[in-house]
């Protein structure tokens, strides 16, 4: 996943909402969010590994995942970022000590940034930032492939406009449907080519091998109850949506 974009405790009603987008080359087969038939946890999933890149739990954890870039990481012999998302989803600890637990196992997988926690209480963390994990103060976050709240165009633009949808699911899609390139002087320098910098600088991303494939939003109220909403995108076919609405354990 590319880039998440979180609304803590900025709503009424609603003390975390968040959009993501998932970017990925077109040919890794995925599967679209579903229940899981093995854990209680709602997800996509990727099949050539078996992780995920963002879910939530029957009983309201919340975790998110993106990749750091760092075209001259070596990930040969690494296991897989998506393995965590799972890992806290089932897991009983805290996010704080999940997160500390992982920080002093984070080479065992490439670069990842990563949030994690409930709609009362969320940490964030870099695993190349070298920092420790640490508590996020209420506010609108964004997170792309950098560390949390880096001011890239897209992290800053998709800041802005969050923080006026936080009223409109459709809103909120249509911040995360934003083909908006950067110029070139306000590019990130990330070891990527001029071209590649161009091409990932949108919020949302579109060429013909690598793109957003799908965007999520996830809204929890304060009395439990949950909406997950999917729409994912595929080359050559009509846009998929689907809603799952629950309540929290």
């Known amino acids: ?19 993501a987008n ?13 229940w899981w038939d093995d854990v209680p946890i709602l997800a996509g999933r990727d099949l050539e590994k078996g992780g995920t890149w963002m879910g939530v ?4 954890r919340f975790c998110a995942l993106t990749n750091y ?27 704080e000590v999940f997160l500390n637990e992982l920080d002093r196992e984070k080479d065992r997988y490439p670069g990842f940034n990563l949030v994690a926690g409930t709609k ?18 209420p506010g609108i976050h964004v997170v792309s492939n950098a560390f949390i709240n880096t001011p890239w165009p897209k992290t800053v633009r998709a800041k802005e406009k969050m923080a006026a949808a936080l ?5 909120l899609f249509d911040m995360l449907c934003d083909y908006t390139a950067a110029d070139d002087s306000e590019l ?13 600088s949108p919020i949302f991303i579109k060429s013909e091998t690598y793109g957003t494939r799908s965007s999520t939003i996830l809204e929890i109220s304060k009395n439990h109850s949950a909406v997950w909403t999917e729409r994912t995108v595929e080359p050559t076919k009509p846009v998929k949506e689907q809603t799952f609405s629950f309540k929290i354990n």
Request: charged share 30%; aromatic share 8%.
């Open 1 to 19: 996943m590319c880039l998440i974009a979180i609304a803590f405790r900025q709503h009424t009603d609603k003390p975390l909402i968040v959009a």
């Open 22 to 34: 998932r970017d990925e080359f077109y040919h890794r087969p995925t599967e679209v969010s579903h």
């Open 57 to 60: 739990s029957k009983n309201g």
């Open 69 to 95: 870039r760092d075209p001259n990481e070596q990930s040969a012999g690494k296991e897989s970022r998506g393995h965590i998302v799972r890992a806290f989803l089932e897991s009983h600890l805290t996010a």
């Open 120 to 137: 009362d209480e969320l940490y964030a963390y870099g695993s190349r930032s070298g920092e420790k994990p640490f508590l996020l103060p």
């Open 167 to 171: 009223n409109s699911r459709e809103e």
């Open 188 to 200: 990130p320098d990330t070891g990527v080519s001029i071209e590649w910098e161009r091409l990932l």
